[in-house]
């Protein structure tokens, strides 16, 4: 599988570090609507959940979407 390397300005998440690198092993990006239906409980061991009940998630624009990961 090919490796991606974050780059994130979100410098009070726990996986961020110095040089605006992500160092969480993975990270689920979804979309806002995802976000705001499963707030604090979802990340990306609930992915196939997500799937089930919400489906894939489409997106038009980047404002759209957000990083299910963050973890303060
Ligand atoms: S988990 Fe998400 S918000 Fe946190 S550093 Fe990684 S990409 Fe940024």
Redesign the pocket.
Request: charged content about 5%; hydrophobic content about 45%.
């Given at each position: 599988m090919q490796q991606v390397t974050?780059r994130?300005t979100?410098d009070n998440?726990?996986?961020?570090r110095d040089g605006n690198v992500?160092d969480?092993k993975e990270?689920l990006v979804t979309s806002d609507m995802v976000g705001q239906r499963y707030p604090g409980q979802v990340d990306v061991q609930q992915l196939s959940t997500v799937l089930r009940e919400v489906g894939e998630t489409p997106a038009k624009t980047c404002q759209e979407t957000c990083?299910k990961?963050?973890?303060a």
């Open positions: 974050v994130c979100i998440c726990y996986y961020w992500c969480a990270i990083c990961t963050f973890r």
